[in-house]
T-cell receptor, first 109, second 115 residues
Framework: GQNIDQPTEMTATEGAIVQINCTYQ??????LFWYQQHAGEAPTFLSY??LDGLEEKGRFSSFLSRSKGYSYLLLKELQMKDSASYLC??????????WGAGTKLIIKP | IAGITQAPTSQILAAGRRMTLRCTQD?????MYWYRQDLGLGLRLIHY???????GKGEVPDGYSVSRANTDDFPLTLASAVPSQTSVYFC??????????????FGPGTRLTVL
């Protein structure tokens, strides 16, 4: 079967670092995506990993280990505007996205 | 440049009524998708279209139909709405004809309540 697990909710402090984990079991793998979704808005693309390792993009980094079925999204220098849900999605063998339920990140001053 | 537009923004609908959610993109993307998003669940794919004139079923297609007469438009129809179809519906598109990955771009969503 296909399964993607993320923590439901996390809390962090403004200026700090937070790591959001995603574990997966899917039939086929053609890459892992992270999206950000503010409340009441559409998801927007953050990152894509298809090979093992770390991809850095400004304050955000994403890591992938295909052998472990594991990824994380690392957010540095947290800002209040980073309060949002973070969605992990796997592109399966049919090139369709399978989505996790998302992690709601709450940033406190 | 609008990207992807959806209409209506929100709708309250009586059970048993027919409803069409509209989606239009101006990016000339070949692929389009309809998802529903429910609290505590991930986005679930309803139907998709890899190119104009073709459509396919996703994870939760029952009770929904789509058409793709041209590249830009991808309407979703609920033939006879039921309360379990209360959800937020997102349309998305992507260019799957080349490149390293197929980032999906999302419309603003339609919030549908079926009573």
């Amino acid at each position: 079967g296909q399964n993607i697990d993320q923590p439901t909710e996390m809390t962090a402090t403004e200026g700090a670092i937070v790591q959001i984990n995603c574990t997966y079991q899917t039939s086929g793998f053609n890459g892992l995506f992270w999206y950000q979704q503010h409340a009441g808005e559409a998801p927007t693309f953050l990152s894509y990993n298809v090979l093992d390792g770390l991809e850095e993009k400004g304050r955000f980094s994403s890591f992938l280990s295909r052998s472990k079925g594991y990824s994380y999204l690392l957010l540095k220098e947290l800002q209040m505007k980073d309060s949002a849900s973070y969605l992990c999605a796997i592109m399966d063998s049919n090139y369709q996205l399978i989505w996790g339920a998302g992690t709601k990140l709450i940033i406190k001053p | 440049i609008a990207g992807i537009t959806q209409a209506p923004t929100s709708q309250i609908l009586a059970a048993g009524r027919r409803m069409t959610l509209r989606c239009t993109q101006d990016m000339r993307h070949n692929a389009m998708y309809w998802y529903r998003q429910d609290l505590g669940l991930g986005l679930r794919l309803i139907h998709y279209s890899n190119t104009a004139g073709t459509t396919g079923k996703g994870e939760v297609p029952d009770g929904y139909s789509v058409s793709r007469a041209n590249t830009d438009d991808f309407p979703l129809t609920l033939a006879s709405a039921v309360p379990s179809q209360t959800s937020v519906y997102f349309c998305a598109s992507s260019d799957t004809t080349g490149g390293d990955y197929n980032e999906q771009f999302f419309g603003p969503g339609t919030r549908l309540t079926v009573l």
